[in-house]
DNA sequence: CGGTATTTTGAGTATCGTCAAGGCCAGTGG
DNA sequence: CCACTGGCCTTGACGATACTCAAAATACCG
């Protein structure tokens, strides 16, 4: 099931590597210019390795599309899913040494790979984009913590609740959920019910139900195994007990609706 | 039963700020000493506030003694935490906004505190000591992820075996557990049992159970509430289904005791 | 030594995990 | 074009685990 790209492998293009990251926007223009440099576009196909456990990468990643997972490798070979990765996300360790993780695509993904060594060079140089850096993590920190707090949810619901809130706020805002015809927004949940159940600490037939669940409750519509559509963000957010994790007033203004937009 | 701590409280002294704290210690000299003027050290009693849930902290600080927790104040006044600081963890979001959840003292400790300003001056200044930085925030962020494992974890017990390891793999190696006298490993948890229930997401019930079957199987004793004895690390990790996660190795090497060894 | 907070224990109920079977969809080959 | 096959999701029934409520025991503090 995990496809490895070959050396060379993994679709390495050149152009405009930077393209519509805005993050990278701020920095000043010589900078800029100087990263489009050393930065490479890389596609993968789902389920392709994009970073081997223990591996310390060759590049910096930064995820321009679709969506990767990070996962450990137990001993006994399961697979443990700690995070994904969505467009904006960089990943790599930078000045420091392996992964102790794997990444891999969990959809078609497209990343912009900058080499480690001209990267960190350039690291020393340009205060702007070692900050970009560090604020890029401790960004990724706030966001192991939210999931912390959805982890310690004690019931299915209430954690598929928190991720679903969570995958909309948060990845949304970059994988454009559109706001859907009464107000509704539709999510697509990149991974299978099984890695779903792995992340959040129960087995897929648990997962199934409490999809469900939330479905009868009258929170969620299940449009297809894969996508949903959130109709009760209010219900979802006290359902998963995360007042303070997850910004609704963020999310709804993002979604610019007037709620019950007639088509 | 949170003391704030007035303005000015906190026990602000003022020498050697940075005695004992080695991960500054390779720093260069110039450096040090600059650190050295920003810094004061304040004292915190068990219970007392270190950072306001939303405050944009006044100060960085890292951790000299104690432990330190942070917790997430809900809507309704419950609190859930979110991770501990130890000894050698920084804290306080350099270049960033405010902090989305609280920090008390967990147990009477002591932090350095370096003034926000001037520090992140010094860090535009000295690459040393931004790096050093950003190393500290990705460690906490490998942290973070191996709490996610453990929070994962199905079972309450296999959650607090997978708290125990944690415990004196990362924290112990600062709070120096000292082996007892068969091997075994004195940890002492810092936090109470609704404490304990709320960061493992279960109940204080299901974590006093948990530790009495902890104990009959024979992997921990009970010396007091706070207090166990690890006995059969293997065991614990076994339990906690982590082969991943914690070194069980490198922890047995800080004990330097061979392993399994017939006494 | 008494009072309070915390931990522990117990019994009953809800939730979840497990095992097994059925259904849906996509890809394959006749 | 259709039947077949394999993977995944779903559903059902039963046992294991954890939560709730209540009460007892223990530790902590003055």
């Known amino acids: 099931m995990v496809y490895h790209a070959e ?3 993994g679709g390495v293009r050149h152009n405009c590597a930077l393209g519509g990251l805005r993050q990278f926007a701020e920095l000043p223009e010589p900078v800029r210019r100087e990263l489009e440099g050393i930065a490479r576009v890389r596609s993968y196909r789902e389920g392709q390795a994009v ?3 223990g591996d310390k990468p060759a590049f910096i990643g930064c995820v321009r599309q679709g969506i990767l997972r990070m996962q450990k490798t137990l001993a006994d070979g399961r697979e ?11 990943f790599g360790r930078v000045f420091d040494g392996p992964l102790n993780f794997a990444i891999e695509a969990a959809a078609d993904a497209e990343i912009c790979a900058f080499s480690r060594g001209p990267f960190e ?3 020393e140089r340009s205060p702007e984009l070692e900050r970009l850096v560090l604020l890029n993590i401790l960004n990724e920190l706030d966001r192991a913590r939210d999931w912390m707090m959805i982890l310690a949810n004690r019931k299915v ?5 928190g991720f679903l809130l969570v995958l909309c706020t948060r990845f949304g805002a970059i994988d454009q959920p559109h706001a859907g015809a009464n107000g509704a927004i539709d999510v697509k949940v990149p991974i299978s019910r099984a890695d779903l ?3 959040l600490g129960t087995r897929p037939e648990s997962i199934s139900r409490a999809v469900h669940s939330l479905a009868d409750a009258g929170m969620i519509a299940i449009r297809t195994p894969y996508e949903f559509e959130l109709l009760d963000l209010e ?3 006290a359902e998963s007990g995360e007042e303070g994790a997850v910004d ?3 999310l709804e203004q993002m979604m610019q609706k007037p709620r019950r937009d007639p088509s």
Do not use: F, K, Q, Y
């Open 157 to 161: 619901t209430g954690r598929l609740a």
């Open 51 to 53: 970073v081997i456990d």
């Open 121 to 123: 060079a350039m690291l």
């Open 7 to 9: 050396a060379g492998a």
């Open 235 to 237: 219900g979802l957010l």
């Open 248 to 250: 609704l007033e963020a």
């Open 197 to 199: 159940a792995h992340l």
């Open 80 to 90: 443990h899913i700690v995070g994904l990765l969505v467009p904006g996300d960089m």
